[in-house]
């Protein structure tokens, strides 16, 4: 167990070394391409209600995602993370007024204020049909190395339990962040499809 926690830690220092050395531009080329990919992807156009999450600079860009799921009707819903736990919730988003007013946290993450009980959480409702997952790396067999926190995974667990069962699950990546293998346990959910560019 020492052994692989030790193996991830080695592994997210590397792909943050790889992240960190791309210009704003390189990211802002390859989020287009991998928004575009997701566009035209069957389950993205099905999709009615989205679980999509507010990018980080190390990440790959969601604004466009955003602005192209409201403008074709989703519902869309984003993550509010609790510090104390690996407890997360998936909140409605109004709108792209609503999530310019969102309030930061001291991770410097956008997510709806902890006292805010106004918002509908996507379980509580219709559940989701599907979630585009962020992360540090990821190898092509849908192994997912998170920031060591397991909110994501821990969602998923809760996603399966409920009455809709588990969405499907699109994980949104620089090519950068792409590994030959990601160490993993049992409790790490794998991801059904990562998209990226240059994975014709």
């Given at each position: 167990m020492a052994a692989l926690r030790?193996?991830?830690?080695?592994?997210?220092?590397?792909?943050?070394?790889?992240?960190?050395?791309?210009?704003?531009?390189?990211?802002l080329r390859q989020s287009l391409i991998v928004s575009h990919k997701l566009f035209q992807h069957p389950k993205y156009v099905s999709s009615k209600r989205i679980a999509l999450f507010l990018?980080?600079?190390?990440?790959?860009?969601?604004?466009?995602?955003?602005?192209?799921?409201?403008?074709?009707?989703?519902?869309?819903?984003?993550?509010?993370?609790?510090?104390?736990?690996?407890?997360?919730?998936?909140?409605?988003?109004?709108?792209?007024?609503?999530?310019?007013?969102?309030?930061?946290?001291?991770?410097n993450i956008q997510q709806p204020a902890d006292d805010d009980e106004?918002?509908?959480?996507?379980?509580?409702?219709?559940?989701?049909?599907?979630?585009?997952?962020?992360?540090?790396?990821?190898?092509?067999?849908?192994?997912?190395?998170?920031?060591?926190?397991?909110?994501?995974?821990?969602?998923?667990?809760?996603?399966v339990k409920s009455p809709k069962g588990k969405p499907y699950t699109i994980a949104l990546a620089f090519k950068e962040q792409l590994c030959q293998e990601i160490p993993v346990d049992d409790n790490d959910v794998l991801i059904d499809e990562i998209l990226y560019e240059g994975d014709e």
């Open positions: 030790a193996a991830k830690q080695a592994l997210r220092k590397e792909i943050k070394r790889r992240v960190a050395a791309l210009s704003d531009e390189e990211k990018s980080m600079s190390d990440e790959v860009r969601t604004e466009e995602i955003i602005k192209d799921a409201f403008k074709l009707g989703k519902s869309c819903f984003i993550p509010r993370y609790e510090r104390s736990n690996s407890h997360m919730d998936m909140l409605k988003l109004g709108g792209l007024q609503d999530m310019e007013t969102l309030p930061l946290t001291s991770w106004s918002r509908e959480e996507a379980l509580a409702a219709g559940g989701l049909d599907l979630i585009l997952m962020p992360g540090l790396g990821f190898d092509k067999s849908g192994n997912r190395l998170g920031r060591g926190r397991g909110y994501y995974d821990t969602y998923l667990e809760r996603c």
